[in-house]
């Protein structure tokens, strides 16, 4: 069992998507990584869900402490993504992993995807990690150079966790309402305040808003601040963590309650820009969320085809059943439909980084895209994948329950899905992004799909001269149909490459039953339901066998 040989879509976007040496230091990294999700992390990671942390708040002498105690397992999983694949370090120094530069972040999300087919909950303190480091090499530098070395560690004796707390009771999209005060003592600060939504609260570095006296209303008088675990003197940080959450899902890692009791912090970047500096986390965030989408349902599919050729019915193994098959193949191609857009908008952000604004202004659109539609669709892909395993997928003693109850999550952290819609509307109104998208990939897939981007160019247009309640009664439909043409235009990119490099059909097969389906939910792509083998496992499949779309 191997979680990368077992995926018919990774090693060939790969292969497209990175540079010829990046391709060949990342291969056995997918293989080890591959087997050991396939076998001891995804162990690991049930005991993890099974054995949730638990707060203890005080000592035996009444002492109050807010430790959290962690299951082995928990422990387990984390080393393996913070110390032997340096996950929430590779982007931010030369070396992880033996790159001689920083990892592209498309290798990044690439192992990540691996990893979190078998251990979802890990992600998110991880992700937080990277991103806080990241945030600090972008505003703050000199300041938190220290703490930028420790998030960036893979030594277990230096390393450290991040965290962001956002969320307060009256204000979680409203992040203008944020109640949290700064004060200034001259050498730091202190914060006093309530979180609601606090993951990983007992990181080493925490990053969060509060408001700044004299700065102003709404979220232009809050500043950013880090939030240290110990302060200089080495004692606590004055963090209560008043209670942990009992969650649904992404239950190895911990969310809490906690009071700012006049904590120690100290000021990131530019206070007046707090806000829009948070939002750089948040963006990464959001992407890192539409990863996690992704590999559920890859692991979601990948049990739903191993399920259905062992399992007999009326005298057949399910796969071979035709209305399974029309089940299997939609499940199927938007799962590597969602990989293909992930991994695109990673090799767009490695460009942003390196100072590409045309990549630049296509991440700022492509991440919310990518969340609002990725989160939404594992939360059914999982879904269907526990029905099709039948009474067994609702039994715990399967991976279906914890998919489904861990996919949830994707539509609500960082933003429910409304709130990521209304912000592809700001793109829309403040940078034309539909005209970006356009202008990218409405040439691209040899200008199969150019009349279908011209179309929706129009429909934005249209949609920002409408009434602004009328804009956003519609903007969630209209954001879904963009991250759909990018999907179905990076699919058909996909299957030209595999086709001009080895004469290989199954990639373009998938994309044209991709289209066929968006087209018509009601369609019935033949071709590919005769060959869904070759689409489950990978392997060789004729040109000739692939009927090319008209211009769509």
Known sequence: MNHADQDPALRPVLDRVLAPEDRARVEPLLAELGELAAGELDRQA?????????????????????????????????AVAYERFGLAAMSHRPGV????????HTVKYALSYLYVQSEFGMACPLSMTDSAARILRMFDPERYAAEIAALSATDPATRATGAMFMTEK??????GRTGTVATDHGTHWTLTGEKWFASNPAADVVLTLARVPGQGEGTRGLGMFLVPRLRPDGTRNAVRINRLKDKLGSRSIPSGEVTLDGAYATPVGRLERGFRQMAEMLNVSRLSNAMRATALMRRAVREAVAHTRTREVFGRPLFEQP??????LPLMVDTEAALGLVLETAARLTAADDGDEQALALVRVLTPLAKHTLCKRARSVTGEAMEIRGGNGYIEDWVEPRLVRDAHLGSIWEGSSNVIALDVLRC????????????????????RLTARW??????????????QEQQEVRCGRYADRLTRAVMATLLFDQGDFEAEHGGNGRALLVARAHLDLLADPDAVPQTALDHLAVLADGGHLALDLVKEPEHV
């Not at 000592?59 to 422990?75: L, N, Q, V």
């Not at 992993?97 to 592209?104: E, Q, Y």
């Not at 209305?323 to 299997?328: D, P, S, V, Y």
């Not at 829309?428 to 200008?447: E, F, I, N, V």
């Open 46 to 78: 049930a005991l993890a869900d099974a054995h949730p942390p638990r707060l203890r708040q005080y000592a035996p002498d009444g002492t109050r402490i807010d430790e959290i105690e962690y299951h082995p397992a928990h422990d387990a999983v984390a």
């Open 170 to 175: 009256q204000g979680g999209t409203d992040v």
């Open 454 to 467: 011209e179309q929706l160019r129009a429909e934005g247009d249209a949609l920002l001269g409408l009434e």
């Open 97 to 104: 992993l033996g790159w001689p530069t920083r990892v592209p």
């Open 428 to 447: 829309l109104r403040r940078q034309r992004s539909h005209h970006t998208l356009a202008d990218t990939y409405g040439p691209a897939a040899g200008g």
């Open 323 to 328: 209305l399974m098959r029309a089940t299997l």
